[in-house]
């Protein structure tokens, strides 16, 4: 299984980025796709979620500006975010079980991460 995230980089303040995770070594459009993120000094935390039927759920960090959305012909979940701050500065991680109905709240709880994309939010 590998996860493959592109997509950071530096961002202004109420700026956008489009995250992608380019996912192979399974069966993509039967799992579910979770992103999460590490701010500096802090632990992991859960953003978003999507299954495979395309329904999603997401943290208290998404706020409505996080949009989580997949393509299964190309095998890739993105992360649209929106109306950036500071406070959204981290590395952002795409994870999966390989299995649907399984969210990856913690690191523990899923066995596929992907090595991370920076996001950092700065003027």
């Known amino acids: 299984v590998q996860l493959v995230e592109s997509g950071g980089g530096l961002v202004q303040p109420g700026g956008s980025a489009r995250l992608s995770c380019v996912a192979s070594g399974f069966f993509f459009s039967s799992a579910a796709m979770t992103w999460a993120r590490q701010a500096p000094g802090k632990g992991l935390e859960w953003v978003s979620t999507i299954f495979r039927d395309g329904t999603s759920l997401s943290g208290d960090s998404a706020n409505g500006r996080f949009i989580i959305s997949r393509d299964n012909a190309k095998n890739t979940v993105y992360l649209d975010l929106n109306f950036l701050g500071p406070e959204d500065t981290a590395v952002y991680y795409c994870?999966?079980?390989?299995?649907?109905?399984?969210?990856?709240?913690?690191?523990?709880?899923?066995?596929?991460w992907g090595q991370g994309t920076q996001v950092t939010v700065s003027s």
């Open positions: 994870a999966t079980h390989g299995v649907n109905l399984k969210t990856c709240r913690t690191r523990a709880d899923c066995s596929f």
